[in-house]
């Protein structure tokens, strides 16, 4: 009852501050995000709507376009990041939320929306060819489209370009282990992001699926342990069921594939080119 109480004011409190005409920025953001968090969406949003007219800061724009992005909301949020990319010499800065945006939705196969963003890239890599972080987006955008030769030869001029960024080698050696390239390339890429990097969740679980590339079962099982205990997704648990299932132990195997239909494991969590390795997993263990 107590916990129930402090929520029901936490709410009140959230919904008062949403109602007021002018926050800081700072507490807007802060209010925003706890909105978020316990599900008052319309507050959230209003919070951040007033937030990004009332601010000159491309920082609260793009905390409006994440939102968006968080709740599927896909053509909204461009239309928040297009002005924003237009208006800028410099549109780097802008890159990573506007890929995160177009990865966020759980579908992220809008066609329309893909080949928007990827017109932005196009004409922004024309004025400014030596941008590491454009050329990555331009690849990310590649990968979704399904143009994997293309998106590997991207990866391969971003890091060429960017002497040492950790983001193509990691891109690098998941596109490529996902076609089936075996052996230690792909290997010493993601050990070479993880040596710059460290042991981040979304490298261990790289990581994890080129081991199981190589036959190597326990090792991808220890990657992914690591991965979930720190941020465990439907993806990684997914990798982790498969590991197991591969390493023999069934029973382990299918508590992760529980865990990660826990948190709503579907097709459209995992890469296309893994979807036959999906529907074996599936298959397997129910």
């Known amino acids: 009852d107590n916990a129930t109480g402090n929520l029901d004011q936490a709410e009140a409190r959230i ?17 925003a995000r706890l909105a978020e968090s316990v599900g008052l969406y319309d507050q959230a949003e209003s919070i951040l709507v007033r937030n990004a007219k009332t601010s000159a800061k491309r920082e609260d724009q793009l905390e409006y376009a994440t939102f968006l992005g968080r709740r599927d909301r896909i053509k909204d949020a461009l239309d928040v990041c297009e002005p924003l990319w237009n208006s800028s010499p410099n549109p780097d800065p802008i890159a990573p939320t506007v890929i995160a945006v177009l990865l966020s939705s759980r579908t992220f196969n809008d066609p329309v929306q893909i080949a928007r963003v990827s017109g932005w890239i196009e004409r922004s890599l024309q004025q400014r060819p030596d941008s590491p972080l454009l050329t990555i987006a331009l690849g990310t955008i590649r990968d979704r489209e399904q143009r994997y030769a293309e998106a590997v030869d991207l990866y391969r001029k971003a890091l060429a370009k960017s002497g040492g960024e950790v983001i ?13 390239v075996k052996g230690a390339a792909p290997l010493d890429m993601i050990n070479r992001a993880i040596n710059l990097r460290g042991p981040v969740p979304e490298f261990l679980d790289t990581r994890a699926v080129v081991y199981l590339t190589n036959g190597e079962s326990r090792m991808a099982i220890e990657d992914l342990e690591n991965a979930v205990a720190i941020d465990p997704t439907a993806a990684r648990y ?36 893994e979807r036959a390795a999906f529907s074996q997993v599936e298959k397997a263990l129910k």
């Open 15 to 31: 919904k008062d501050l949403a109602d007021r005409p002018q926050l800081p920025q700072v507490l807007a953001i802060h209010t």
């Open 238 to 273: 997914f990798h982790l069921a498969r590991a197991y299932m591969e390493a023999g132990d069934l029973e382990a195997a299918k508590r992760s594939l529980v865990r990660a239909h826990d948190r709503g494991l579907s097709e459209a969590d995992v890469h296309p080119l």
């Open 168 to 180: 193509p080698l990691n891109n690098l050696a998941w596109l490529l282990t996902l076609q089936g």
